[in-house]
């Protein structure tokens, strides 16, 4: 169930798929920026990715696409999540990647939309990025508890950001 977990306002929903549809017409670049930085954070999860980049990038956008799109009815977004965070389990992804994960996104973005990615647009984008990071892990990991979950790789310290 969503809970308060999942909760946006309509003005955090709005700054999301605003900036969202500025960036789907760059989706190939906005995606190559994201995996570049990704991988810079940390390059072990170059393992995760077997097919070509290109490939990737589009699943990314679209995965993106369809989440964004679903802000307008979170009830029905969160088995979504659920069932795309068991798949990622199967394809090796760890709890702490949900880390440079939501870093790669907000660099991706801000490089994407350059001043357009305000402080507002930003924090809306980490709020939710945080929200449905909290749903995926506690699909995939059942002791997961935001409470008292702490990133063992140390992620956040290391890069002086912190979004997820």
């Known amino acids: 169930m969503l809970g ?9 929903k709005k700054l999301i ?5 500025k960036v789907a017409p760059i989706a190939d670049t906005a995606a190559e920026i994201f995996y570049g930085k990704l991988f810079e954070y940390d390059p072990s999860l170059k393992r995760l990715f077997k097919s070509d980049m290109t490939s990737q990038g589009r699943k990314l956008m679209n995965t993106l696409g369809v989440a964004v799109k679903g802000l307008d009815d979170l009830e029905s ?20 990647d949900y880390t440079p994960v939501g870093n790669a996104l907000i660099y991706a973005l801000k490089t994407g939309l350059g001043d357009e990615f305000d402080t507002k647009t930003r924090n809306a984008w980490v709020k939710i990025y945080s929200t449905i990071a909290t749903v995926m892990r506690s699909a995939a990991y059942p002791d ?21």
């Open 17 to 21: 798929q605003d900036s969202f549809s």
């Open 77 to 96: 977004l969160v088995p979504v999540l659920e069932g795309i965070a068991i798949k990622h389990v199967r394809y090796g992804v760890k709890i702490d």
């Open 144 to 164: 997961y508890d935001p409470n008292t979950y702490k990133n063992e790789r140390h992620y956040n310290k290391q890069k002086k950001q912190n979004y997820a």
């Open 4 to 12: 308060s977990n999942m909760s946006i306002t309509a003005i955090e």
